[in-house]
C-alpha cells in the first residue's frame, strides 16, 4: 500500500495564504505632485531627496567611495518608529559606474532623524493614559487581594480589646444602638475615563494622524543636490508579503513556534527554517528566486530587526549565516571522532560591527531587490515611464533579471542589506547617520 502524502493541495490550502512579517515596497507610478517631491514622508524610488531638516547635509554623503563621482539616489523611505517623537528617513544611494561594481562603498545607506514636538507632545499624554490605566488596574487588583485575604483571617485567633464581651459580639447583641454602616468601598473610575474622554482620545488620534506627516522641505533649486544625476521619481508603495500555506503537516519544532513579541500575528517561522549545507546546488539562491516570485514586482523587503533573504551562497552567507559548531563525538578508539552532519544555518547578526556612533548593535532594516534595477531607468530615459505589467508577465520579468549577469552589463548586484542601529540614536535634535550596507554581488 502507498504511503499517504503529508500535504494537501485542496482548495482551502492553496487560499490560504500567510502573512509574514516582511512589508514589500513596490513601484506605484511616477511622482507628477511638486509637493509630494518636496515631502520628506513621501517614500520613492529614484528622483532627488527630500530632507527633513531646512539645512541639507553635506553633498559628500552621495559620493561613491571608488570613484568619487555622485551618485544616484535609489530609494528613499519613510520609516518613523512606533511610539518615537522622531521623524526618521531612510535614504539609499547607488553608483551606476561599471568599473565600480563588484566593490564596497558603490552603495551608501543614510539615516536621517528630526524631532517633532508636536508629535512627542501628544505621545507624552498617550502614555499619560496608559500609565493612568495601568495603576488603575494595579490598584484594583491589589484590593481584590486584601478582601480576599481578609475573607481567610480565622476569627478565633483574634485578640479581643480589653472590656470587649466574649467572642466581642456584645455589641451587637445587646447594645440598642444602632451600628455604625460599613464604608463602602469607592467605585474606580472606567479606565482612562479620569485623564481623557472618548470625544478627546478620538480627536488626538486625528490630530495624531495629522502630525505623523513630515512638513515638506525647502526647494532644492538653489541646493547643490538639484544638479545631482537622477534616476525618474517613482511613488513606492508598501504592502503586506503572504505566502502559500506550507503543504507539510510535521509539527513544529520548538525553535518554529517562538513567538516574537513585536510582531503578534505575524508568521516568522519562514526566518527559522535555516539553510542546508550543499556543495551540489546552491539552495540559498533558489529560496531567494522563489521568495521574489511570490510578489514579482518587489523593490524593497523592510522588516526592521527581522532576517535578511540572502541571494546566494557566498562570504556574506558565510558571514550572516554561519555553520553551526558541531562537537565531535569520540567512539571506541581514542584515535577515531565521529563529527555529526552540520545542523541547518540560521542568521546571526553578532558578526555586524556596532554603530559606530553611540556603540549600541546595529540590526537588519532592509534590502534591496533585484526588481529594483530593473525598475530604475537611465537618468536619459527619465521621460519614459514604465507601464503596469500584468503577474504573468512580471513573473517572467523577475525570472529574467535574476538569470542574468554582470557580463551583459544589465545586472550588478543581486541584494543590499541595510543595518542600521537598534538603538536608532540620534545627535541632539536631529541625525544624519551612515549606515552599515552588505552587498551580495551577481558574479
Not at 492553496?14 to 517631491?37: A, K
Not at 479620569?194 to 478627546?200: A, G, Q
Not at 552567507?317 to 553551526?324: C, G, I, Y
Request: aromatic content about 8%.
Amino acid at each position: 500500500m502507498a504511503a499517504e502524502e503529508d500535504w494537501s493541495d485542496s482548495d482551502e490550502e492553496v487560499l490560504s495564504d500567510t502573512e509574514t512579517s516582511v512589508q514589500l515596497g513596490v513601484p506605484d507610478g511616477p511622482i507628477e505632485s511638486s509637493s509630494d517631491l518636496l515631502d520628506a514622508a513621501v517614500s520613492r524610488i529614484g528622483g532627488h531627496p527630500a530632507f527633513l531638516s531646512p539645512h541639507d547635509p553635506s553633498f559628500d554623503s552621495s559620493l561613491c567611495k571608488n570613484c568619487g563621482k555622485p551618485m544616484e539616489l535609489l530609494v528613499q523611505l519613510w520609516c518613523p518608529l512606533e511610539d518615537s517623537p522622531y521623524d526618521r528617513v531612510l535614504y539609499v544611494w547607488g553608483c551606476a559606474c561599471g568599473t565600480c561594481q563588484a566593490k564596497d562603498g558603490s552603495i551608501r545607506a543614510w539615516r536621517a532623524l528630526r524631532f517633532n514636538e508636536r508629535y512627542a507632545a501628544k505621545l507624552e499624554k498617550k502614555r499619560a493614559r496608559q500609565k493612568a490605566k495601568e495603576e488603575a488596574k494595579a490598584k484594583a487588583a491589589r484590593e481584590e487581594e486584601e478582601r480576599r485575604n481578609a475573607a481567610k483571617v480565622n476569627p478565633f485567633s483574634m485578640k479581643a480589646p480589653a472590656g470587649t464581651p466574649a467572642f466581642g459580639l456584645g455589641s451587637h447583641v445587646f447594645s440598642d444602638a444602632p451600628s455604625e454602616p460599613e464604608p463602602q468601598e469607592e467605585e474606580l473610575p472606567a479606565a482612562g475615563r479620569e485623564v481623557s474622554s472618548e470625544d478627546e482620545e478620538e480627536n488626538d488620534t486625528d490630530e495624531e494622524e495629522k502630525l505623523v506627516t513630515a512638513l515638506a522641505s525647502s526647494t532644492l533649486d538653489s541646493s547643490e543636490w538639484a544638479s545631482a544625476p537622477a534616476y525618474p521619481s517613482l511613488y513606492l508603495s508598501t504592502l503586506s508579503e503572504y505566502l502559500p500555506k506550507a503543504k507539510s503537516a510535521k509539527l513544529p519544532s520548538a525553535e518554529d513556534i517562538e513567538a516574537d513579541d513585536n510582531k503578534k500575528g505575524k508568521d516568522t517561522s519562514w526566518a527559522m527554517e535555516g539553510y542546508e549545507n550543499s556543495l551540489e546546488t546552491d539552495h540559498v539562491f533558489d529560496r531567494f528566486s522563489q521568495r521574489a516570485e511570490y510578489q514579482g514586482d518587489q523593490c524593497i523587503r523592510y522588516d526592521l530587526g527581522g532576517t535578511p533573504l540572502p541571494f546566494a551562497h557566498d562570504a556574506v552567507f558565510d558571514r550572516l549565516f554561519p555553520v553551526p559548531r558541531q562537537a565531535a563525538v569520540p567512539v571506541t578508539k581514542a584515535e577515531f571522532k565521529v563529527v555529526p552532519a552540520a545542523g541547518k544555518r540560521i542568521f546571526d547578526s553578532s558578526s555586524i560591527p556596532p554603530c559606530r556612533h553611540c556603540g549600541g548593535p546595529r540590526v537588519f532594516e532592509c534590502q534591496l531587490m533585484p526588481n529594483l534595477i530593473n525598475v530604475l531607468k537611465k537618468p536619459s530615459d527619465s521621460g519614459n515611464v514604465p507601464r503596469k505589467l500584468t503577474d504573468e508577465e512580471r513573473r517572467k520579468e523577475v525570472q529574467q533579471v535574476l538569470k542574468r549577469s554582470v557580463g551583459e552589463g544589465l545586472m550588478d548586484w543581486g541584494t543590499c542589506m541595510i543595518f542600521s542601529c537598534e538603538k536608532d540614536c540620534e545627535a541632539s535634535k536631529s541625525c544624519w547617520a551612515e549606515e552599515l550596507v552588505l552587498i551580495q554581488w551577481d558574479s
